[in-house]
């Protein structure tokens, strides 16, 4: 609905396994965002690539591995998660052109649960 | 530290009435203020922004804010509230600096509007 789309909308895993969420922007920006959003708590800055390379990582733990393989697709590699890692996964992305301006576009999100 | 409240968790008006949703920032330098609008098992829809220039900004589905310096306030509003506005709303501001210029959102206003 807001050219941006992500997969799966729902997702159940075991702490052993291993899972990818998808994003993709059909917009033409230039940069891409990961958040992470829990019940009563801001929404928290995981990743952010710019021109597909990684230029903020907010001390994420390193269960959570981004890849960006070009400037329409994201991707979050899960792995050995946590049940505190359970939340709403939105993907953002923005046209970065004057400092600040940009606007950022949300995806549906990816519920994520772990068992 | 740059920072955005929302004091309100949840506000309650009648379909018909104005409604208002409170925010207040913190930052150095001029503020780049956004309101988004999150729908159940949704991501955040963007409403609309302040950067720069008449202090009054109109936005989507009849949404407006007034940016007022002097209070640190960026309160969100509307003439005549519909059931469908139901939704949890965010105040986002643009921090300034660094790599990425991130978006430091609040924590999230509960907008139940009763029929």
């Known amino acids: 609905e807001t050219g941006v789309t992500q997969t799966p909308r729902h997702l159940v895993m075991g702490m052993t396994n291993k899972k990818s969420l998808k994003c993709e922007q059909h917009l033409g920006h230039n940069a891409m965002y990961w958040y992470k959003q829990s019940a009563k708590k801001p929404l928290e800055l995981m990743f952010v690539y710019s021109l597909e390379e990684r230029v903020e990582n907010n001390s994420v733990p390193s269960r959570f591995s981004p890849e960006c393989p070009n400037s329409s697709h994201l991707f979050l590699h899960l792995h050995t998660l946590q049940p505190e890692d359970s939340a709403l996964y939105l993907c953002a992305s923005s046209q970065v052109e004057l400092a600040g301006r940009d606007t950022q576009y949300f995806g549906p999100g990816t519920r994520l649960t772990v068992l | 530290a740059q920072s955005v409240a929302q004091p309100e968790d949840q506000v309650n008006v009648a379909e018909g009435n104005p409604l208002t949703v409170k925010c207040t920032y913190s930052?150095?330098?001029?503020?780049?203020l956004f309101w988004y609008v999150q729908y159940p098992n949704r991501g955040l829809q963007f409403l609309l922004k302040?950067?720069?220039?008449?202090?009054l900004v109109k936005g989507s589905y009849g949404f407006e804010a007034e940016f007022n310096k002097s209070q640190t306030s960026f309160h969100l509003k509307k003439p005549s509230a519909l059931v469908s506005d139901s939704a949890l709303y965010f105040c986002?501001?643009?921090?300034?600096?660094?790599?990425?210029?991130?978006?430091?959102f609040g924590t999230g206003t509960l907008l139940a509007v009763q029929p």
């Open positions: 930052v150095s330098g001029n503020p780049y």
């Open positions: 986002a501001v643009r921090a300034l600096g660094g790599a990425t210029n991130k978006l430091i």
């Open positions: 302040y950067i720069t220039g008449d202090n």
